[in-house]
């Protein structure tokens, strides 16, 4: 087993984790094949850091798989922005160590034996005899919705006039 140790780099950890658990347990040769076309920032170093883990232990690519890449928190930059009133907000540069462990990939990761299926028969559902279903109930029709009152019993609702707008007192036409 081989590892390879970036410190101090210029990345936020929470984003570089993201592209460390989709590395892990990959062959060593697909990882670094699918971080080269990540946009991230952190790829490209997680994918140094995983070459230099493969040199360190004189392997090739094809024959190591990653078993471990872990993201730690470090230091923490603090700089400072000028703002109103003369005040200064904080401003925080989060850096990264990233540890990169591989080793050699077992015989049966490399080359998986294939399974035979055993194919086993379909079970059948035992038929049950049911009422046909041509007997289903039809829809019940509701009866008409009885009326409150008919309209000569009810009275008419009284009419309320609007009040119209008064005539300007000047007496101009408008």
């Not at 603090?78 to 990264?96: N, Q, V």
Request: charged share 30%.
């Amino acid at each position: 087993m081989s590892r390879a140790l970036v410190k101090y780099v210029r990345v936020s950890p929470t984003k570089a984790r993201l592209i460390a658990q989709e590395v892990q347990g990959m062959n060593a040769e697909l990882a670094l094949a699918s971080l080269e076309f990540m946009p991230n920032k952190a790829a490209g170093i997680i994918s140094k850091a995983i070459a230099s883990a493969v040199a360190n232990g004189s392997y090739e690519p094809q024959e190591v798989e990653i078993t471990s890449c872990r993201v730690d928190k470090a230091a923490v930059i603090k700089r400072w922005r000028a703002r109103a009133r003369g005040t200064a907000s904080r401003i925080l540069k989060p850096t990264s160590h990233i540890l990169v462990e591989v080793a050699p990939a077992a015989a049966e990761a490399v080359a998986p034996a294939k399974k035979t299926a055993e194919v086993k028969a379909p079970v059948k559902k035992a038929e049950t005899k049911s009422a046909p279903k041509a007997e289903a109930k039809a829809p019940v029709k509701k009866a008409p919705a009885k009326k409150a009152a008919s309209d000569e019993t009810a009275e008419p609702k009284a009419k309320t006039k609007k009040a119209e707008p008064k005539a300007k007192a000047d007496g101009k036409d408008a």
